[in-house]
């Protein structure tokens, strides 16, 4: 059981590139979420997915855009990287009826934006 | 809107003492507290957590407290251990709709051997 899978681990981009965050759960979970982490700041959350089809937006979704359209799989894409957009990505996945384990978390995307 | 504070940013303790990490939550409608700890480089792991139909929960060193009148929780490490050096996150949500948990900024605790 690989829980949440995150690729790549880390990547360093030009301004003005694009590339996309994979995330991959194997836990059935219908939620998943993507939050960026800014040296020594809080956890903010970008998008999230109720479910397959279904995406919304979260606290900071500028400059981002999601998919969902399998249970398992939730990217982020980044279409015109910005200095602004370097920072520590992490999704992350939950069940539906409450939170009985809490979130689980991948082990992180490291982005430099030079 | 919705909003998690956090508080101290950084605390440094003694070993054997003990630490509390305080968080004030706007959103009466929020029902389950969780606490993350996450060491240098690696991913927020869950600790402990609590919802709001108990007051207090203990887990062997770790405890969280709730007061929901106040709409804040605590999280108290006894004992500490330097082990128990890390960055610490507490957050608040709903136990419907979207679960989307809301944050806090973050407690880094030194514990100085």
């Known amino acids: 059981n690989a829980g949440v899978t995150q690729t790549p681990k880390f990547r360093i981009l030009k301004i003005g590139q694009s590339m996309t965050l994979q995330c991959t759960q194997d836990?059935?979970?219908?939620?998943m979420y993507w939050y960026r982490q800014d040296p020594g700041m809080g956890l903010k959350l970008i998008y999230y997915?109720?479910?397959?089809?279904?995406?919304d937006k979260g606290e900071v979704p500028n400059g981002y855009n999601v998919s969902r359209s399998t249970t398992e799989d939730f990217p982020l894409r980044l279409e015109l990287a910005a200095p602004s957009q370097t920072s520590v990505y992490f999704c992350a996945s939950s069940r539906t009826w409450g939170q009985e384990y809490g979130y689980t978390f991948g082990s992180g995307t490291r982005l430099t934006v030079v | 809107g919705e909003n998690v504070e956090q508080h101290p940013s950084t605390l440094s303790v003694q070993e054997g003492d003990s630490a509390v990490i305080k968080c004030t939550y706007s959103d009466s409608a929020s029902n389950y507290f969780p606490w993350y700890k996450q060491e240098l480089g690696k991913r927020p792991q869950l600790i402990i957590d609590?919802?709001?139909?108990?007051g207090e929960k203990k887990d062997q060193r770790i405890a969280v407290t709730l007061n929901k009148t106040a709409k804040h929780f605590s999280l108290h490490i006894t004992e500490t251990q330097p082990e128990d050096s890390a960055v610490y996150f507490c957050a608040a949500s709903r136990d419907s709709g979207t679960y989307k948990y809301i944050f806090g900024t973050g407690t880094r605790l030194k514990v100085l051997a």
């Open positions: 609590i919802r709001s139909n108990v």
């Open positions: 997915s109720v479910g397959a089809g279904i995406t």
């Open positions: 836990m059935n979970h219908n939620y």
